[in-house]
C-alpha cells in the first residue's frame, strides 16, 4: 500500500472512530445510538465499539512502509490489533448482531465477523511462518473488514440519496427511510471492501520480498 493512501486511511479510521466513540465515552446507556436493553448487552456494545475502534486505528499504521521497517514496533502493533483490536470487536459483534430484531442484520453482521476472525487468524499463521507475502494480502482483507465501521456509514446515506430520483421518494421522508437501509449497508459495506481489496492483491505481484526486507518486515512472532 502506498505510503498517501496509508495515511488517508488513518485520517479518515482516526476521524470516524471519533466520531463513533464519543456517544459511549460517559458510558450512559441513555446516550447510545442503538437501542439496547439492560446493563449486559450495553456493556458488550460498548466492548464492541471501543475495540473496533482500536482496530480501525491500528490497521493503518500496519501498512506504512516506516513502521513496518522496525520490527519490534510493527510486531507490537499487530499484536494489539488483532488481540485488543480484532479480537474482542468480533466476539462481541456475534451478540449484538444476534440481539438486533433484523435478519440480515443477524447474518450479515455475524458473517463479516466470523470472516474477520479468520482473516485474523490466517495472517497470524503467514506471520508465523514467514510467508510476509501472504500475511500482507490476509491483513488487506482483514482490514477491509475492520473497514466496515466506515464503509457502511458512507453506504447509508447514498442509499438513502439515490432514492429520491430513483425510488420514489422526497427528500423529506428519506430520513424515516434509514433505519431499513442500515442492513442493507452494513452487509454491502463489508462485501464491496473485500471487493476492491481483492482486486488490489491479485493486481500486485507475488515476487518474493529481498532478504533483507523480509527480515525486517515482518518479524517472527514469538
Same mark, same amino acid.
Given at each position: 500500500?502506498?505510503?498517501?493512501?496509508?495515511?488517508?486511511?488513518?485520517?479518515?479510521?482516526?476521524?470516524?472512530?471519533?466520531?463513533?466513540?464519543?456517544?459511549?465515552?460517559?458510558?450512559?446507556?441513555?446516550?447510545?445510538?442503538?437501542?439496547?436493553?439492560?446493563?449486559?448487552?450495553?456493556?458488550?456494545?460498548?466492548?464492541?465499539?471501543?475495540?473496533?475502534?482500536?482496530?480501525?486505528?491500528?490497521?493503518?499504521?500496519?501498512?506504512?512502509?516506516?513502521?513496518?521497517?522496525?520490527?519490534?514496533?510493527?510486531?507490537?502493533?499487530?499484536?494489539?490489533?488483532?488481540?485488543?483490536?480484532?479480537?474482542?470487536?468480533?466476539?462481541?459483534?456475534?451478540?449484538?448482531?444476534?440481539?438486533?430484531?433484523?435478519?440480515?442484520?443477524?447474518?450479515?453482521?455475524?458473517?463479516?465477523?466470523?470472516?474477520?476472525?479468520?482473516?485474523?487468524?490466517?495472517?497470524?499463521?503467514?506471520?508465523?511462518?514467514?510467508?510476509?507475502?501472504?500475511? #500482507? *494480502?490476509?491483513? $488487506?482483507?482483514?482490514?477491509?473488514? +475492520?473497514?466496515?465501521?466506515?464503509?457502511?456509514? &458512507?453506504? /447509508?446515506?447514498? =442509499?438513502?440519496?439515490?432514492?429520491?430520483?430513483?425510488?420514489?421518494?422526497?427528500?423529506?421522508?428519506?430520513?424515516? #427511510? *434509514?433505519?431499513? $437501509?442500515?442492513?442493507?449497508?452494513? +452487509?454491502?459495506?463489508?462485501?464491496?471492501?473485500? &471487493?476492491? /481489496?481483492?482486486? =488490489?492483491?491479485?493486481?500486485?505481484?507475488?515476487?518474493?520480498?529481498?532478504?533483507?526486507?523480509?527480515?525486517?518486515?515482518?518479524?517472527?512472532?514469538?
Amino acid at each position: 500500500m502506498r505510503r498517501p493512501t496509508a495515511w488517508l486511511l488513518l485520517i479518515v479510521a482516526i476521524i470516524f472512530g471519533l466520531v463513533l466513540a464519543y456517544p459511549y465515552l460517559s458510558l450512559d446507556i441513555d446516550h447510545s445510538r442503538i437501542d439496547v436493553r439492560g446493563g449486559l448487552r450495553y456493556a458488550v456494545l460498548v466492548t464492541h465499539i471501543f475495540t473496533a475502534t482500536v482496530a480501525l486505528m491500528l490497521g493503518p499504521l500496519q501498512f506504512m512502509p516506516r513502521v513496518r521497517a522496525r520490527r519490534r514496533i510493527h510486531r507490537a502493533i499487530g499484536r494489539v490489533y488483532l488481540l485488543a483490536g480484532v479480537l474482542p470487536s468480533a466476539l462481541a459483534t456475534i451478540p449484538v448482531a444476534i440481539w438486533s430484531d433484523r435478519l440480515l442484520t443477524q447474518v450479515g453482521l455475524s458473517t463479516a465477523a466470523v470472516l474477520w476472525l479468520i482473516t485474523g487468524g490466517l495472517a497470524y499463521r503467514a506471520a508465523r511462518r514467514r510467508d510476509f507475502a501472504d500475511h #500482507r *494480502a490476509w491483513m $488487506m482483507r482483514n482490514y477491509a473488514l +475492520t473497514f466496515l465501521a466506515v464503509t457502511a456509514r &458512507i453506504l /447509508v446515506p447514498v =442509499l438513502l440519496l439515490v432514492q429520491i430520483p430513483f425510488g420514489g421518494a422526497d427528500a423529506g421522508s428519506i430520513g424515516a #427511510r *434509514a433505519p431499513s $437501509m442500515i442492513p442493507i449497508g452494513q +452487509t454491502l459495506g463489508w462485501i464491496i471492501n473485500l &471487493i476492491v /481489496v481483492e482486486r =488490489l492483491i491479485r493486481r500486485r505481484p507475488r515476487t518474493p520480498e529481498p532478504l533483507r526486507t523480509r527480515a525486517v518486515a515482518m518479524p517472527e512472532t514469538r
